[in-house]
């Protein structure tokens, strides 16, 4: 698959990797199709034009790393990684079911492109923070991205991880939040609030960006940008709506980790075929 | 000079030289060296040979003995501040940019705050992350049951994909490192602090998984390891002067076990005790104990701490629960009488 720089291009890419996502969801009968849509715009700018990466050469030492801290939305990684072609597009079918590779939850032992085994939150960050150390010992260019979901900045590991990467002044590391707003069962403001997570990342030394997590060109500018700040990560604060955009899903918690009816699967790739985006 | 021969079954048994040195001077008047010493010389060796090997800490640069590291490798030891989780973390993110990581720590705080990082990062991500627990077991002694690692071994060892290594003397701690370095993959390795004498000869080699027959015996056996192996030698001691001849094995790796040297002196002898630094419920004599009820059952004591313990130094502690040299030799004598 090439890289693409083109902003509609993009926005067709992930159109699709939304169905297949969407599809792939409801034959397994399990699944995250909330925040999987609401991250799949930047999964895919990240894939298709931001990192330097190679689907032929995965070990490659100097490639960028992508690393999802939300591992519930393996679903949409693996749709990313088949369309990249980091892994087979038949192994699509086999996703959650058993012995599958396609685990729920990422294994960089089994799926080639997965660089850590998340699932429980709060681990990526830190693991983030090291591998951004290993490029700046080695003097690399290499750069580190961590994607996590805002409900996921509870955990109080990802603050012990971002004073560390502000303090070894890691300005090749971005964390990109997921900013939907919701939780498993309701708002993140409801839950335990993050703002003002703008002056809160600010506060912990981080280059603070704020984008609109579902336009391809502006994910383009941010995320190509880094180091936004020299010397300083950068936190990009995605704003998205879980569910995007299919309109009974979108911004709505019930759809966290709701499998779809075969009604409302052909109901919501007939909204992506109509052109919602 | 020490025999070092291959026993059938693997045991690398170091009679009769051990014996012969022992019967002229008791294990427990030579001289006492705190293991994190070797650690630390080991580490700076390894950091010299190979440019891959960094440290992590968690502000623990002085407890671990790191700060002549920090001199040599001012870039390689990363210290996160104190922030288990992260540090183990970063350790991992370390590992995916090719670095060996050498995380020292605490043993309490390095496996209790960071168990699910231990699991899911390093373990089940099979990270090659070098995991040392310092200072473990009742080392803290007066600090009291916060900073005892009782359980550390008995966590980890329900984690799969994870070796766990316990050394009893500065010569086993470096051999241990020198092997968990140049081995792929996840190694937790306790680092002791209390002193202990020297058990092994200079030119032991550690083989993961193996056990070491320190002392031949038929009447009981004695399994032990870290800090507690030497007390067994001499508990040995006082049993052969009532006539009883116990076997004593060192199991520096509690996991995975030398399972085969442990059927063998249940087959062999009239019982087993084990005896160590850690938790009575799942660690070396837990271990030792689901072998021993899967393959030949026999009778077993098992010594370590069943509690949270009161205060009291790390010696008095093990003392006050059975492994003084005599407390360990009336264990086996009441087992097989």
């Not at chain 2, 019967?23 to 950091?47: F, G, H, K, M, W």
Request: charged share 20%; aromatic share 6%.
């Amino acid at each position: 698959m090439q890289k693409t720089s083109d902003a509609a291009e993009l926005a067709a890419i992930a159109k699709r990797m939304r169905g297949t996502a969407i599809q792939m969801i409801t034959e397994a009968g399990s699944g995250h199709p909330g925040g999987s849509l609401s991250a799949a715009d930047i999964v895919v700018t990240l894939f298709f034009d931001v990192m330097r990466h190679d689907p032929e050469n995965p070990h490659w030492p100097d490639r960028d790393r992508f690393i999802l801290s939300k591992g519930h939305i393996a679903g949409a990684l693996y749709v990313t990684l088949a369309a990249y072609g980091f892994i087979p597009v038949e192994d699509l079918a086999t996703f959650l079911k058993p012995l599958s590779k396609l685990n729920g939850h990422p294994n960089r032992n089994y799926v080639r492109g997965v660089e850590a085994n998340t699932g429980p939150l709060g681990h990526g960050l830190p693991i983030a923070v090291g591998h951004a150390l290993s490029a700046k010992l080695d003097v690399s260019q290499r750069r580190t991205y961590v994607l996590v979901g805002d409900g996921e900045l509870q955990e109080g590991s990802n603050w012990e991880a971002m004073m560390a990467g502000s303090q070894y002044e890691l300005d090749r590391l971005t964390v990109i939040v997921d900013r939907n707003r919701l939780q498993q069962g309701a708002t993140v403001r409801e839950t335990n609030d993050l703002e003002p997570l703008d002056q809160k990342a600010a506060a912990f030394g981080f280059a603070v960006v704020e984008v609109n997590g579902h336009d391809h060109g502006e994910l383009l500018d941010v995320l190509s940008a880094v180091p936004y700040r020299p010397g300083k990560p950068t936190f990009v604060i995605a704003h998205t709506h879980k569910g995007h955009p299919i309109s009974f899903m979108s911004n709505n918690t019930a759809w966290h980790h709701k499998v779809p009816t075969a009604e409302q699967l052909e109901l919501a790739l007939d909204e992506l075929k109509a052109g919602a985006a | 000079m020490t025999d070092i021969r291959v026993k059938q079954g693997g045991t690398t048994p170091l009679e009769p030289s051990a014996a012969s040195r022992s019967a002229r001077q008791s294990i427990a008047d030579r001289p006492r060296y705190d293991c994190r010493n070797a650690y630390v010389e080991t580490l700076a060796e390894l950091a010299h040979e190979n440019h891959r090997i960094v440290g992590v800490v968690n502000d623990s640069v002085g407890s671990s003995k790191l700060d002549a590291f920090k001199r040599a490798f001012p870039d390689r030891l990363i210290n996160v501040g104190i922030a288990e989780q992260d540090m183990v973390g970063v350790a991992t993110g370390l590992a995916n940019g090719g670095r060996i990581a050498f995380v020292s720590a605490a043993s309490c705080f390095l496996t209790a705050r960071a168990l699910e990082q231990i699991k899911a990062d390093v373990a089940y991500s099979n990270r090659n992350v070098k995991l040392c627990g310092m200072s473990p077991g009742m080392a803290y002694g007066e600090l009291g049951p916060t900073h005892h690692s009782i359980e550390d071994i008995a966590w980890l060892r329900a984690i799969d994909n994870m070796t766990i290594v316990v050394p009893a003397d500065p010569i086993e701690t470096a051999a241990a490192m020198r092997w968990a370095a140049a081995v792929e993959g996840p190694v937790f390795i306790r680092v002791s602090r209390m002193s202990v004498p020297e058990v092994y000869p200079e030119d032991y080699a550690f083989v993961p998984g193996r056990a070491v027959t320190l002392r031949d015996g038929d009447d009981v056996t004695l399994i032990s390891n870290g800090t507690v192996l030497w007390r067994t030698l001499v508990a040995a001691e006082q049993l052969a002067d009532d006539g009883i001849s116990a076997r004593v094995i060192s199991m520096p790796t509690v996991k995975p076990l030398d399972t085969e040297a442990v059927v063998r002196a249940a087959r062999e002898t009239r019982g087993i005790v084990t005896a160590e630094e850690a938790t009575v419920g799942g660690a070396l004599g837990g271990a030792v104990a689901e072998t021993v009820v899967q393959n030949h059952p026999t009778k077993m004591r098992i010594l370590g701490v069943p509690e949270f313990a009161p205060t009291g130094s790390a010696g008095f502690l093990l003392d006050r629960y059975g492994m003084s040299p005599e407390g360990i030799a009336a264990a086996a004598r009441k087992l097989i009488t």
